[in-house]
């Protein structure tokens, strides 16, 4: 598995990019927390530990572009791709294993069998290719598709500013992992669709933050209102 096919002249603001999502991630971790304890709902507990493990993938994958824009590969060639590989390898499991995650909360899963057995289906795909990277891109698109699908489909059943935001958070997420894919079809354009790819993702986030926000806010006032009616 190569470290990454992503040009190096981009790296430096690759992590720069990677580091913002962290940090977006990091705010959705924290907030769906905050949600989970204030409604004891499960699928924000899950939602929540998701983006957790996004969170420190896109830290691991951050510090790995970082220095290799700085050239630290060129001092310790064999020592940093070693490492490199690893590390990159642990970012693609995170994020695999989350979109899972995420994944069985849109679906309404908890057959925890059925969820690990496409977990490890996926990752025998991904890390058995020939094409370790591009494998993983493809994997994580078609995740990120069906759970945009399945949101939309809980949108409209259920018409609210929430369900909204999270089928357009999940819906530009896809977008994003599908110019990631088109990089490989398209390999010309790879800096320009990696670019808006990543600000997408970060676009999805903050969506997402808005929601949570919107839940923690609005929750009160429906308690309230129920009350009212009794």
């Known amino acids: 598995m190569s470290l990454s096919e992503v040009p190096q002249l981009f790296f430096g603001v690759n992590a720069s990019v990677e580091l913002l999502a962290a940090l977006a991630a990091f705010l959705i971790t924290f907030f769906g927390f905050k949600v989970y304890n204030y ?17 420190v993938s896109f830290l691991a994958s951050s510090v790995v572009h970082l220095l290799i824009y700085l050239n630290f590969r060129e ?16 970012y693609v499991l995170l994020l695999i294993t989350a979109y899972q995650l995420l994944l069985a909360v849109a679906t309404d899963t908890h ?15 991904i890390f058995t290719s020939s094409k ?8 994580a698109f078609i995740t990120t598709l069906f759970i945009a699908i399945n949101f939309f489909e809980k949108f409209t059943k259920r018409t609210t500013g929430i369900s909204l935001l999270t089928f357009l958070s999940f819906a530009s997420l896809a977008i994003a992992h599908g110019l990631f894919v088109s990089k490989i079809i398209f390999p010309n354009f790879i800096n320009l669709f990696y670019v808006i790819g990543y600000f997408m993702i970060i676009f999805s986030y903050a969506l997402l933050l808005f929601g949570m926000l919107r839940v923690l806010l609005l929750k009160p006032v429906m308690v309230k ?4 009616k009794k």
């Open 39 to 55: 409604t004891s709902e499960r699928k924000y507990y899950w939602f929540s530990a998701a983006f957790g493990l996004i969170t």
């Open 75 to 90: 001092s310790s060639t064999e020592l940093f791709n070693l490492i490199g590989t690893g590390v990159v390898s642990f």
């Open 111 to 125: 057959n925890k069998r059925l969820m690990l057995f496409i977990m490890l289906l996926s990752f025998t795909l």
């Open 132 to 139: 370790v990277w591009d494998t993983f891109l493809i994997v």
């Open 225 to 228: 209102n129920e009350r009212k």
